[in-house]
């Protein structure tokens, strides 16, 4: 069973112009055959984010026009753009929309559905795009449509910009992504106005960016991010939140968005897995976008240094959005218009620098969360989520059914690279349920093939054993399938556990059921409008990988180790030093020192000579 949207790596599709030209040549014959009479070119089986989907094809056309100069195309965009000018644009308010601020503005909007009163929640946002296909249009308008029908558009892309930012609340579905690119429809739109009207709707846009997102940004995993959907990021709207902020900075040159795009896209990368899968969001946890990605990956991956375009993105969308059919659809189309003339070229070398919440090299990588615990472990091509017990998640030690994962203080990181090693060491003070203070330490060693975990903790009672994660996705050529199984070794005691109790609160990795279906089950609002996390943070046990400790420690230490990325057995052992506590196994020997003057810890690590 296929996960349905994490695909190939974007940066795997051919983004020369003769490759852009050959989508194009797609798009205008598609586009020909669907054009009604009246000019209509959406596609006839759409019904939803429909508003603005025609003219989206119109900018298509406007472009391959641009391009190739193409006879058969500048009538096709004059009757189009007429059909949007006089069919979707709407003046009356929708019944039943809340986010009007004043009523019976005459002003244009577009709609989501274009049946009045019929889910009026989102024309906010087709209304956003429709504004972005007009620029777009106005953009290459010399030359195609006469001076009467660009005068039209522009004052149709006013309105538009007047509707979003005077009629309505802003950003009324705190959605970054939809908000950033209403300032990118502003800014655009300013540069087609005469000056005297250009530079209050530029200022309007720039103090929109500043105090209405900028200044809510929330933290994640030490980043300040552009709020969605009631988060900070969503691995569907998050990189395409990225493609906005590089079209605003590509378009304006202020430094904020550079710097916010460069802030987000170091997010991006440390929270992306080598292979490029990622889960987890505000609106849809396992959902990821494709060509609306593009621009902001590729443009800002190059302005950090990083391979951003391993994002598994949706194939499906390559090129543009599409039906069920494959038949184009005008839906984002802008995010094509905006990546063909955008001249960055994707950089695909991976980051040099350490970061904090990522371990990475070579095949294997880890993204940790806020708590710097593991979020996601990839090793061996298969991906493994922080599996739950007793509705506690994370990885870490288990003692008595209590996971010890969670800080109580701050939390200390030392990242080492040393004999073709890359090693991450992390110290979590940690209160149990008796209320003794316990230091956690977490090694995470790898030679690009294997992931060694090591976890060392004050000695617990019972039986305690290391929750090591949940088997969930594995990579199978461009697509990842799910999985109940991982290559993984251990010298204690290794077992694979499935949760002995049903329902949606229990998930058993054996089970055809996603890791989103099973989020959305336990969601408080339905699917597409809840928080999946929200939900996900409900389940009470899962399938984990359980370990035990390992027999040669300290006696005042309970020692963990798993190997994951292959299943040969090996030996590893524990034992107090005068530089502290030594680890070794048979790759490496690392020393886990006291804490130096600042209260760092200290690491010292070298590969054991094979």
């Known amino acids: 069973m296929h996960l349905t949207h994490q695909r190939g790596p974007l940066h795997d599709l051919p983004d020369t112009p003769e490759a852009y030209d050959a989508v194009l040549a797609d798009v205008t014959e598609q586009a020909l055959r669907r054009l009604t009479p ?6 006839p089986d759409c019904d939803d984010d429909i508003g603005d989907t025609s003219l989206g094809v119109t900018s298509l056309l406007a472009l391959a026009w641009r391009r190739t100069d193409d006879p058969r195309l500048s009538d096709a965009v004059r009757r189009s753009l007429a059909f949007h ?49 007009a620029v777009n249009v106005l953009d290459m308008a010399d030359g195609l449509v006469d001076d009467a029908q660009r005068a039209e558009l522009l004052e149709t892309a006013s309105g538009y910009w007047r509707w979003l930012t005077e009629a309505t609340f802003f950003n009324p579905q705190e959605a970054g992504n939809q908000a950033i690119g209403c300032v990118v429809g502003g800014l655009m739109l300013a540069r087609h106005l005469p000056t005297e009207a250009a530079e209050p709707v530029r200022a309007r846009a720039l103090a929109l960016y500043a105090d209405e997102i900028r200044a809510h940004r929330v ?11 009631g988060g900070a990021y969503d691995n569907n709207y998050g990189p395409i939140s990225l493609s906005f902020l590089a079209q605003a900075h590509r378009i304006s040159g202020e430094e904020m968005f550079a710097e916010d795009g460069d802030a987000l896209a170091r997010y991006i990368d440390a929270r992306l897995t080598g292979g490029g899968f990622d889960n987890g969001g505000p609106r849809y946890s396992e959902q990821h976008s494709a060509f609306e990605s593009v621009l902001g990956l590729r443009y800002f991956g190059a302005r950090i240094g990083a391979d951003l375009g391993r994002y598994r993105g949706d194939s499906r969308w390559a090129r543009h959005a599409v039906q069920a059919d494959g038949g184009v659809d005008g839906h984002f189309a802008w995010m094509l218009v905006w990546q063909i003339q955008d001249t960055a070229r994707w950089h695909r070398e991976p980051s040099p620098r350490a970061a904090r919440h990522q371990l990475r090299a070579g095949a294997v990588s880890v993204a940790f ?19 739950a017990v007793n509705r506690q998640h994370g990885f870490g030690p288990v003692a008595d059914g209590f996971l010890l994962c969670r800080p109580m203080g701050a939390v200390r990181v030392r990242d080492v690279r040393a004999d073709g090693l890359t090693a991450k060491l992390v110290t979590k003070p940690v209160v149990g349920r008796d209320h003794v203070l316990r230091s956690v330490r977490s090694l995470y060693v790898t030679d690009g093939t294997t992931l060694w975990t090591t976890v060392a903790v004050e000695r617990l009672e019972g039986t305690p054993y290391l929750l090591a994660g949940l088997p969930y ?91 994951y990325g292959a299943e040969e057995p090996f030996a ?6 005068e530089e502290g506590l030594t680890v070794r196994t048979d790759a490496f020997t690392a020393v886990l020192g006291p804490a130096d003057a600042h209260g760092e810890p200290e690491l010292t690590l070298r590969a054991v000579s094979r």
């Open 369 to 387: 969360d806020d708590r710097m615990t593991p979020a996601v472990v990839e090793a061996g091509g298969t991906y493994c989520l922080a599996a």
């Open 219 to 229: 933290r994640d995993r030490g980043a300040l991010l552009p709020p969605e959907h």
């Open 85 to 133: 000018l006089r069919e979707r644009v709407y003046r009356e308010d929708n019944p039943g929309y809340p986010n009007l601020r004043v009523r019976g503005s005459g002003l244009p909007y577009a709609r989501y559905v274009l049946e009045a009163g019929a889910h009026p929640v989102g024309d906010w946002p087709s209304t956003v795009w429709a504004l972005l296909h």
């Open 38 to 43: 009246e000019g209509n070119l959406e596609h």
């Open 473 to 563: 996705a594995e990579d199978d050529g461009d697509r990842v399938r799910r999985t109940a199984r991982v290559a993984v070794s251990s010298p204690g005691a290794l077992r694979l556990t499935h949760p002995a109790a049903t329902g949606p609160d229990h998930f058993d990795a054996r089970a055809e059921l996603t890791q989103e279906q099973a989020a959305f089950a336990l969601a408080a609002d339905p699917r597409g409008y809840g928080d999946p996390d929200e939900g996900w943070r409900h389940l009470v046990s899962s399938t984990a990988l359980e370990a035990g400790p390992i027999a040669d420690a300290p006696d005042d230490l309970h020692v963990f180790v798993v190997g």
């Open 572 to 577: 590893a052992s524990a034992e107090w030093g």
